[in-house]
């Protein structure tokens, strides 16, 4: 479910009840999903190289705009994820997408693993890895929850929260609202721009600036009609308030001036 995360007391140019960040479902269960397939928990085979068809090199195919396969000592093979389109690179440079590419590809893998935090997988003499960031929407993140729901025991049911620490729970108040899309979380999260004028050397100079940190504002003591947690509760920066998902507001109620 969709949440926000409001600011309460003003502090670091941000008024009390500015929407410090506006977390959709799309990004929620997607940045649950990254943290769950990140590389480094992958470990490693016993040739020091991420192991394949782990749960973090299904999530790096369904992420990557590229799979890169090394098919010799001095070939590896690109596919572009979307077509299936294929194309070989070796040391000899070729036009490839309008410009001149090679590779040294043993120079590269040994150059890329000699970090621990590499993204290297496969096997001595047929590495694979992925590049090239792609759009990430709602049909890519149902895959990537279908591939963890079947190779790890985590569950989608139990990942529709944002992660946040132990601090943001403290100095911000988290809500649950109905879900919206990107477009609506950057308009909730907007600065206020307006004319600001500044001299210099004596010559006054108008720019469009921001003037605020949020254009939009809450008042959150009015408008959420909490049960659970009360006013003083989440005024307290030493307390920690958990979220009540079963409560879910509507952006418009709590946001009355904000227009998409």
């Given at each position: 479910m969709?949440e ?7 502090e ?16 929620i ?27 973090a ?11 890169f ?8 093979l ?21 410009r001149?590419q ?5 120079e590269?893998?040994?150059?890329a693993?000699?970090?621990?935090t590499h ?13 090239g ?17 079947t ?36 308009s ?6 307006g ?9 006054p ?11 939009n504002n809450?008042?959150?003591e ?39």
């Amino acid at each position: 479910m969709a949440e926000i995360m409001l600011k309460i007391g003003d502090e670091a140019g941000f008024l009390d009840g500015d929407p410090i960040h506006a977390f959709n479902d799309r990004k929620i269960l997607w940045t649950n999903a990254n943290v769950i397939c990140h590389h480094r928990r992958a470990g490693f085979n016993q040739h020091g190289l991420r192991p394949l068809a782990s749960a973090a090199e299904e999530y790096a195919k369904l992420t990557s705009e590229y799979r890169f396969e090394r098919v010799s000592t001095k070939e590896i093979l690109r596919t572009r994820m979307a077509t299936n389109e294929q194309d070989v690179f070796s040391d000899v440079p070729r036009i490839v997408d309008g410009r001149s590419q090679h590779i040294f590809v043993q120079e590269y893998v040994d150059y890329a693993t000699k970090r621990a935090t590499h993204r290297i997988f496969g096997l001595p003499g047929a590495e694979v890895w992925y590049g090239g960031s792609i759009r990430i929407d709602v049909g890519k993140v149902d895959q990537m929850w279908q591939m963890i729901e079947t190779k790890t025991p985590k569950r989608k049911a139990d990942h529709k929260l944002w992660p946040a620490g132990g601090l943001d729970l403290q100095h911000h108040f988290m809500f649950h609202v109905e879900d919206f899309d990107d477009a609506a979380a950057d308009s909730l999260t907007e600065p206020e721009f307006g004319p600001v004028t500044k001299i210099r050397n004596g010559i006054p100079k108008t720019k469009r600036m921001a003037v605020k940190q949020r254009k939009n504002n809450s008042r959150w003591e009015e408008s959420l009609g909490m049960s659970g947690p009360t006013v003083d509760d989440i005024k307290n920066k030493n307390k920690r308030v958990d979220r009540k998902p079963e409560i879910v507001h509507t952006l418009n109620k709590v946001f009355p001036a904000w227009r998409m």
